[in-house]
């Protein structure tokens, strides 16, 4: 049973890091260790992170100096990790609980380097709003039009992001800008099981709209080298069928 390395960024989730955590150590598969990267300089919320991290021996905690920000303090994580598999979880996003026995199988199964998975939507207080399917896979031009990645249900082999793949310091794209990048070189194959809820908070960084309209524009822009032009027909695309997800 290979060791899986579990990445929680940290910033002002207090109301939900406790239930995060619990999805984790009520896994089926046990093999597994978690990274919380705490990333609030006001270290608020420190003490609390703190008596969380004394509820079980696998969690590790390692305290930004500064706000760096969700996509470099997985960097940080992954750096740290020492499983084969790298597994992303959002701090207040949770796990069913045989959510890594049956995604490291698929993997396992199918020879897989990085795999996603179906998962439902849930409001602040964790009732179901809706469901959002995993496609059998999703390609660099699918990508480009709309991600249906969620990234508490991805699960990467740690080998292949030690090849210079790493997030952006975007704040609302950085999962998208690696995704693409991966899909360059690696297939990216779903898993149609809901394994995980996702969060939806008004007030999250993933529901800042005009974030959003801005660092997608220097994802095509900037990272990926387009024109103006095919930038803002890029980001018309991701931005309609974002809106019509979720209606």
């Not at 290979?2 to 939900?16: A, G, L, M, Q, T």
């Not at 992001?161 to 999962?175: C, V």
Request: proline share 2%; hydrophobic share 35%.
């Amino acid at each position: 049973m290979e060791k899986v390395s579990i990445i929680i960024p940290y910033f002002n989730k207090k109301d939900y890091i406790h239930l995060t955590l619990n999805s984790v150590l009520k896994q089926t598969y046990k093999n597994f260790e978690i990274l919380i990267i705490y990333d609030d300089p006001s270290k608020k919320d420190l003490d609390l992170v703190k008596e969380l991290k004394k509820k079980d021996k696998r969690i590790r905690l390692i305290i930004n100096k500064k706000n760096i920000g969700p996509g470099y303090s997985r960097n940080k994580g992954v750096d740290k990790a020492k499983g084969i598999y790298i597994a992303f979880l959002d701090s207040d996003d949770l796990w069913k609980k045989r959510k890594l026995k049956n995604q490291i199988y698929f993997m396992k199964k199918n020879d897989i380097n990085f795999s996603y998975t179906s998962y439902n939507q849930i409001n602040s207080n964790g009732s179901k709003i809706k469901t959002v399917s995993a496609p059998k896979s999703q390609t660099y031009k699918s990508l480009l039009r709309d991600c249906k990645i969620g990234t508490s249900t991805v699960i990467i082999k740690k080998k292949i992001l030690k090849k210079n793949f790493r997030f952006s310091i975007l704040k609302t794209k950085e999962d998208l800008l690696l995704w693409l990048q991966l899909s360059k070189k690696y297939d990216l194959i779903g898993y149609n099981k809901v394994l995980s809820d996702w969060r939806k908070l008004d007030n999250s960084l993933s529901s800042n709209t005009i974030q959003k309209i801005c660092d997608g524009f220097r994802l095509y822009y900037k990272y990926e080298g387009f024109n103006i032009f095919k930038s803002i027909y890029y980001l018309i695309v991701l931005s309609l069928n974002f809106i019509r997800k979720n209606i």
